[in-house]
């Protein structure tokens, strides 16, 4: 009786199972879907991590990470409170406040260092924030 044609004489042939062509299309298709939905959209950010420490009274120190897409001549930043894509020459220049960081309603200064700025409420309370690292990973988008 001759051999079927799905089983070989060859013992390193069942290594890997026998699958349908189908099931190695579906495979390929669903590694490309997850690997395209990683992807941010040119210009946007997303938070990746935000840690909160309520610890001391009438202080909370928040600290987040954020992942940006930005164009070329951009550079994350933050615009309302928010990740954003900025201009680079903001950052460059340490004029942070040039970046619109503070809710509408909130006033805006540069701290005497510029290692960071002040958001005042209207009904005085104040926030600060400082920035501790600055990090541009360079994708290859050209707009």
Do not use: H
Request: charged share 20%; with cysteine.
């Amino acid at each position: 009786m001759a051999p079927s044609p799905r089983t070989s004489s060859r013992q390193d042939a069942t290594a890997l199972p026998s699958m349908s062509s189908t099931f190695w299309a579906f495979m390929i298709l669903a590694s490309l879907l997850i690997a395209y939905c990683s992807q941010l959209a040119a210009g946007t950010c997303e938070i990746v991590t935000l840690d909160r420490d309520s610890s001391q009274p009438r202080r909370t120190i928040a600290r987040q990470t954020a992942r940006c897409a930005c164009r070329k001549g951009q550079i994350a930043g933050t615009t309302r409170a928010r990740p954003a894509c900025v201009d680079a020459r903001i950052i460059k220049t340490k004029q942070w406040c040039d970046m619109l960081p503070c809710l509408e309603g909130e006033g805006c200064d540069l701290l005497i260092n510029r290692s960071g700025w002040t958001c005042t409420q209207p009904g005085g309370r104040i926030k600060t924030t400082t920035v501790s690292e600055l990090r541009t990973i360079t994708s290859g988008f050209q707009p």
